[in-house]
């Protein structure tokens, strides 16, 4: 089974509307982050937003913000008022307490985003 | 500026000749990976290092060496390259906690990635 599921291969979003990337996730670890980064096309890997698995709020940073619904193992990116520089392709990663010792973590397939002007 | 650097940024070679990417981390972190993207596939693990002589092999390490003499620098040794060896490589740095909870949110910082293509 996928330990990360990214059902969005693509999207495409009108500039300045709010963008939701899905992300659900598999583990049976009661410890856990979650993770969520950038890919320009440009190629480098920007972390954009972290939540713990014990975290009690929803992390936001700026204009991204993580909705994380524990019961439902899911942890969707949301950005809002997007931008043309948000054209990136967007990954959710998770980090597994019993890999405690291995900093991995296991990534989704990944969403391309496209901003339309 | 706090970076991983990585080099070559591309790199064409033929099948079977042995080949190093050089992977260099200027944040004292103890905790250093190496990474392959592929399409349709996300990121998966090679090689890891906990710190200095310490290694072990990730989710697909058939193939790679790695090794750890000093903290800021994890080459990746590719001794017969072969043509499914094809992939955009990333290597990778965080902190790592001494107590479960605090190493939870180090991110893994990455460097720019070494695009490799095997002939």
């Known amino acids: 089974a996928q330990k990360i599921t990214q059902t969005q291969p693509g999207m495409f979003v009108q500039e300045k509307e709010a963008v939701t990337l899905d992300c659900t996730y598999d583990?049976?670890?009661?410890?856990?982050?979650l993770f969520w980064y950038k890919q320009p096309s440009s190629g480098e890997m920007i972390f954009l937003i972290y939540?713990?698995?014990?975290?009690?709020q929803n992390a936001t940073e700026g204009r991204y913000s993580l909705n994380f619904q524990k019961a439902r193992k899911s942890a969707n990116l949301v950005i809002s008022a997007s931008q043309l520089g948000d054209s990136a392709m967007y990954f959710c990663?998770?980090?597994?307490?019993?890999?405690?010792?291995?900093?991995?973590?296991?990534f989704g397939t990944g969403t391309r985003l496209t901003i339309i002007p | 500026e706090a970076q991983v650097t990585q080099n070559p940024r591309y790199l064409i070679t033929v099948t079977g000749k042995k080949l190093t990417v050089t992977c260099s981390q200027n944040?004292?972190?103890?905790?250093m990976s190496w990474y392959r993207q592929d399409p349709g596939l996300g990121l998966r693990q090679i090689y890891y290092?906990?710190?200095?002589?310490?290694?072990d092999k990730g989710d697909v390490p058939e193939g790679y060496k790695v090794s750890r003499k000093e903290k800021r620098n994890f080459p990746l040794i590719l001794e017969s390259p072969s043509p499914n060896q094809t992939s955009l490589y990333f290597c990778?740095?965080?902190?790592?906690?001494?107590?479960?909870?605090?190493?939870?949110?180090?991110?893994?910082?990455f460097g720019n990635g070494t695009r490799l293509t095997v002939t």
């Open positions: 290092s906990m710190n200095v002589e310490v290694t």
């Open positions: 944040m004292n972190h103890e905790y």
């Open positions: 990663a998770m980090r597994e307490g019993r890999y405690f010792g291995n900093e991995k973590l296991t």
């Open positions: 939540q713990g698995s014990y975290d009690q």
């Open positions: 583990t049976s670890d009661p410890s856990y982050g």
């Open positions: 990778a740095s965080s902190k790592t906690g001494v107590l479960m909870a605090s190493s939870y949110n180090s991110p893994l910082h």
